[in-house]
């Protein structure tokens, strides 16, 4: 069941929330759990078995490592034969995911979850769980599951032990939920709707004008979804509880690529800089192979988003230019802060096109027409795109960026900023109606963090 759905927000939530706050103490794990499981099953029961089979073997393998420890070729061994074997199938299972009735939804999240909590025993980071719904509610935490972001086992026991639930907790969590769901159902759905308008336009004919305009929709569209999603799982986690990882801190207008890229999916760059590259080559003092690493690294989270030439040309490239600014280009950008801001507006524009586009023939002719090889410079396609969308175009630019964050946090403080924060309620009320009416109104759309 996705949570973005009305019977997810009108009955299901009501409901989870009800029962959760009034059963003991003792019980609630439990029927976290519980729920987990339903509502992963929603619609299609034998979604269930994949998670629950590698559930059985996370946590008997954890328990493995930890009687074989004092062996290192053994234990090696062990964690090398599940990463590839939960990779594959994760692999294999999102590649036929159309056809695949088993395809479970955040499948890519559960994996690099259940491979982080074997990573972390083997490294002596925390012991393995002995108690199993703990290990079945770490893995399957439906807000986590179905949203991101990735969080450690060690992170999850602090949070067990130090957890309180109340009114306020309850209230900031359901604040923040309906702020995440405005920014996928009103935005992220409304730049998907102009993303999938543009998209029926063939590359070939596009101008340099509405080849921008579909690779910055595009931008928008990714950013607000995810971020929309993100921010629904914190929501949810604060309402139950658990306080979940910031995945996405305002990217856009940031001076370089390195700055971009700390700000956008956070923790799954964490992830794989704690679970990969550091794990790997941290023996390792040759700055060739730290740089090897790096850019391998980034090779490896191009293809957490797919399998494919052009998620893996973009992980690559991604690796290249942030190896680059690191090397030859930090003191630069420090000085030559507005060029910084246009070189990685621009930079990521180009790397988005990889994403969107089928192919790397459909990316060059997309980049051709960037460029202005393309169906000439402006047509009346693009200038109707530009006129009528300029308006959500930049609202979704200045929510993306420091300068929202900023000006909201000064607002905050201010006698005037303490007034109106009086009528958050309202505001937020008001806010969840617009969300329901936009849901009932657009209907489903495709959903982006299916790929995840």
């Given at each position: 069941?996705?949570?973005?759905?009305?019977t997810?927000?009108m009955?299901?939530?009501?409901?989870?929330?009800?029962?959760?706050?009034?059963?003991?103490?003792k019980?609630?794990?439990?029927?976290?759990?519980?729920?987990?499981?339903?509502l992963?099953?929603?619609?299609n029961?034998?979604?269930?078995?994949?998670?629950?089979a590698?559930?059985?073997?996370?946590?008997g393998?954890?328990?493995?490592?930890?009687?074989v420890?004092?062996?290192?070729?053994?234990?090696?061994?062990?964690?090398?034969?599940?990463?590839?074997?939960?990779?594959?199938?994760?692999?294999?299972?999102?590649?036929?995911?159309?056809?695949?009735?088993?395809?479970?939804?955040?499948?890519?999240?559960?994996?690099?979850?259940?491979?982080?909590?074997?990573?972390?025993?083997?490294?002596?980071?925390?012991a393995?769980?002995?108690?199993?719904?703990?290990?079945a509610?770490?893995?399957l935490?439906?807000?986590?599951?179905?949203?991101?972001?990735?969080f450690?086992?060690?992170?999850?026991t602090?949070?067990?032990?130090?957890?309180?639930?109340?009114?306020?907790?309850?209230?900031?969590?359901?604040?923040?939920?309906?702020r995440?769901?405005?920014?996928?159902v009103?935005?992220?759905?409304t730049?998907?709707?102009?993303?999938?308008?543009?998209?029926q336009?063939?590359?070939?004919n596009?101008?340099?004008?509405?080849?921008?305009?579909?690779?910055?929709?595009?931008?928008?569209?990714?950013?607000?979804?995810?971020l929309?999603?993100?921010?629904?799982?914190?929501?949810?986690?604060?309402?139950?509880?658990?306080?979940?990882?910031k995945?996405?801190?305002?990217?856009?207008?940031?001076?370089?690529?390195?700055?971009?890229?700390?700000?956008?999916n956070?923790?799954?760059?964490?992830?794989?800089?704690?679970?990969?590259?550091?794990?790997?080559?941290?023996?390792?003092?040759?700055?060739?192979?730290?740089?090897?690493?790096?850019?391998?690294?980034?090779?490896?989270?191009g293809?957490?988003?797919?399998?494919?030439?052009?998620?893996?040309?973009?992980?690559?490239?991604?690796?290249?230019?942030?190896l680059?600014?690191?090397?030859?280009?930090?003191?630069?950008?420090?000085?030559?802060?507005?060029?910084?801001?246009?070189?990685?507006?621009?930079t990521s524009q180009?790397?988005w096109?990889?994403?969107?586009?089928?192919?790397?023939?459909?990316?060059?002719?997309?980049?051709?027409a960037?460029?202005g090889f393309?169906?000439g410079?402006?047509?009346?396609?693009?200038i109707?795109?530009?006129?009528?969308?300029?308006?959500?175009?930049?609202?979704g630019?200045?929510?993306?960026?420091?300068?929202?964050?900023n000006?909201?946090?000064?607002?905050?403080?201010?006698?005037?900023?303490q007034?109106?924060?009086?009528?958050?309620?309202?505001f937020?009320?008001?806010?969840?109606?617009?969300?329901?009416a936009?849901?009932?109104?657009?209907?489903?759309h495709?959903?982006?963090?299916?790929?995840?």
């Amino acid at each position: 069941m996705q949570i973005a759905s009305l019977t997810f927000v009108m009955l299901v939530l009501p409901a989870l929330l009800l029962i959760y706050y009034l059963i003991p103490d003792k019980a609630r794990q439990g029927f976290l759990v519980l729920s987990c499981f339903l509502l992963y099953s929603y619609g299609n029961p034998v979604r269930v078995l994949y998670p629950s089979a590698f559930l059985c073997y996370d946590y008997g393998t954890g328990l493995l490592l930890e009687k074989v420890r004092k062996n290192r070729i053994a234990s090696t061994g062990i964690v090398c034969f599940s990463v590839l074997i939960q990779i594959a199938s994760m692999s294999y299972i999102r590649n036929t995911a159309q056809e695949n009735e088993f395809f479970p939804f955040g499948i890519a999240i559960y994996t690099l979850q259940g491979l982080g909590y074997l990573i972390g025993v083997y490294r002596r980071h925390h012991a393995p769980a002995v108690n199993f719904i703990e290990l079945a509610l770490y893995l399957l935490f439906f807000p986590s599951l179905f949203a991101g972001g990735l969080f450690s086992y060690t992170d999850f026991t602090k949070q067990k032990q130090n957890k309180h639930l109340n009114i306020i907790s309850l209230s900031d969590g359901l604040s923040l939920f309906i702020r995440g769901l405005a920014e996928k159902v009103v935005l992220a759905d409304t730049f998907g709707y102009i993303f999938r308008e543009l998209q029926q336009i063939a590359p070939e004919n596009m101008s340099m004008l509405t080849a921008w305009l579909t690779t910055i929709i595009f931008s928008m569209y990714l950013y607000f979804e995810l971020l929309g999603y993100s921010e629904m799982a914190r929501g949810l986690g604060r309402c139950f509880g658990y306080e979940l990882p910031k995945n996405f801190s305002h990217p856009f207008f940031t001076p370089s690529m390195t700055a971009f890229m700390k700000s956008y999916n956070i923790t799954l760059v964490l992830w794989f800089e704690t679970n990969f590259r550091r794990l790997l080559f941290r023996k390792y003092s040759d700055k060739y192979a730290y740089h090897t690493g790096f850019i391998l690294t980034w090779v490896f989270i191009g293809a957490w988003y797919g399998v494919r030439i052009k998620f893996i040309l973009w992980g690559f490239l991604i690796g290249i230019l942030l190896l680059n600014e690191k090397l030859f280009l930090e003191k630069i950008i420090k000085k030559q802060y507005i060029a910084g801001i246009v070189y990685t507006a621009l930079t990521s524009q180009l790397l988005w096109v990889l994403f969107f586009s089928s192919n790397l023939t459909e990316a060059g002719i997309y980049w051709k027409a960037m460029f202005g090889f393309g169906n000439g410079i402006l047509d009346q396609t693009g200038i109707y795109f530009l006129v009528s969308y300029i308006a959500l175009i930049l609202s979704g630019f200045y929510i993306a960026t420091d300068l929202f964050r900023n000006i909201t946090e000064r607002m905050s403080v201010s006698d005037f900023g303490q007034k109106i924060m009086n009528f958050m309620p309202l505001f937020h009320g008001a806010l969840l109606i617009l969300c329901l009416a936009s849901m009932l109104y657009d209907g489903q759309h495709e959903h982006l963090w299916l790929w995840m």
